[in-house]
């Protein structure tokens, strides 16, 4: 006998993994350079020089310190220059005792709901978001109540929201820059939220948190703002990555943040590391514990995502598809050409244009596109965009 539960997922893979993984046997078939996949998020800029350079330093100068482990929560010294990052960017008021190092921004996420959850609880997640949201929240026994899309703006629909929010509810997540959408919270609609999250909070005699998965926080773009949420809402948990900002998606390497403000933020900080040794996520990467520390102010060439962004926008609404533009992150969320975006996807995949469908995202009638990749791709692609519309007239 095994886990039925944990069957299913090891035995269907999540819609993008699925979609990513029929682009390579295809392009193995017909070659890559025909295979227009936009299935997965997965850098197209490299590493700054500066990240291989730091790591072959270390390997180098460290040879029988580098791989040892840490301490669980990660190395004090990498914690205390994360902290001083966060501290000279954002006034953060953050010590190293307030960050546990995570295997990407997934472990986090696992972390802080494995930590908070009690029997009953329950997080509200708004659409279009993540489909591993789900996961991680089941499978810390928490219950995911979702918020329908706002599909004019994917901003948040603050009167189903504000309905969804009972005495059960013990967190809220968001996610901005937005995947799937790309779209960016301004300051007015947290700061709507956070009073909202004020009122309840007071009302049910308990903290709601609001937790904030943040591994697009550096790829905005010149007209858009990201706030840093603790500003605005005190009970505010940060998850964070560096796959995105540094081009280090397989290098894993995360943390979870949990301000001084935060109501009992002793015990969501001890709970979270417990957590992490509960679900084996102790001791993160030690090779980039160091290598991302001592990079932390750097990003990779983040600027192409705009350019592409500009570039998939204006070609696809010239096309007629209907898109949201967006403000950061590598991904548009048009609208499908027809109600059914399963099928539409699987129109699109006939002429080798992998997009993934919206169903999976929570928001069915749109296809996320991650335009993570070369520009000359895009280029050559839209064509393809073009006989797809011209399917449907």
Request: aromatic fraction near 12%; glycine fraction near 8%.
């Amino acid at each position: 006998m095994v886990s039925e539960r944990m069957k299913g997922l090891g035995t269907a893979r999540s819609v993008i993994r699925e979609l990513f993984e029929y682009g390579k046997v295809r392009a193995s078939q017909i070659g890559a350079e025909n295979v227009f996949d936009f299935s997965i998020g997965n850098p197209s800029v490299p590493s700054p020089d500066a990240v291989n350079e730091t790591a072959i330093r270390l390997l180098t100068e460290q040879p029988d310190q580098i791989h040892a482990y840490t301490s669980a929560q990660g190395a004090l010294d990498a914690r205390e220059r994360f902290a001083n990052s966060l501290n000279r960017r954002f006034n953060a008021g953050c010590t190293p005792n307030r960050l546990y190092l995570t295997v990407g921004a997934a472990a986090s996420l696992c972390c802080v709901f494995n930590g908070l959850t009690c029997p009953g609880d329950e997080f509200v997640v708004f659409a279009p978001y993540f489909p591993e949201y789900k996961v991680f929240i089941e499978g810390a026994g928490a219950k995911m109540v979702l918020i329908p899309p706002e599909i004019e703006g994917f901003q948040i629909d603050f009167d189903a929201f504000e309905k969804a929010l009972t005495p059960h509810t013990k967190g809220v997540l968001v996610n901005s820059p937005n995947n799937p959408s790309g779209v960016v919270y301004s300051k007015a609609t947290l700061e709507r939220l956070a009073a909202i999250l004020t009122e309840k909070s007071e009302a049910f005699g308990h903290p709601i948190y609001l937790i904030s998965d943040e591994p697009y926080r550096e790829i905005v773009y010149a007209d858009f703002e990201v706030p840093w949420v603790p500003h605005i809402y005190r009970d505010t948990i940060v998850c964070y990555s560096f796959s995105k900002s540094l081009s280090l998606p397989g290098e894993r390497i995360g943390y979870v943040f949990v301000p001084k403000e935060v109501t009992e933020g002793a015990d969501v900080y001890a709970a979270v590391a417990g957590a992490g040794r509960s679900l084996g996520y102790v001791c993160a990467p030690a090779l980039f514990q160091q290598t991302a520390s001592l990079c932390c102010d750097m990003t990779a060439d983040l600027n192409i995502y705009e350019e592409n962004a500009k570039l998939f926008v204006s070609a696809l609404r010239e096309m007629g598809y209907h898109v949201v533009e967006p403000g950061g992150a590598f991904y548009l969320f048009p609208r499908s050409l027809e109600p059914d975006d399963v099928a539409f996807s699987e129109r699109a995949k006939k002429l080798d244009l992998l997009i993934v469908p919206g169903s999976g995202f929570g928001a069915p009638g749109h296809v996320r596109v991650s335009y993570c990749v070369q520009t000359e791709t895009i280029r050559r692609a839209l064509p393809k965009f073009q006989a797809l519309a011209d399917s449907y007239k």
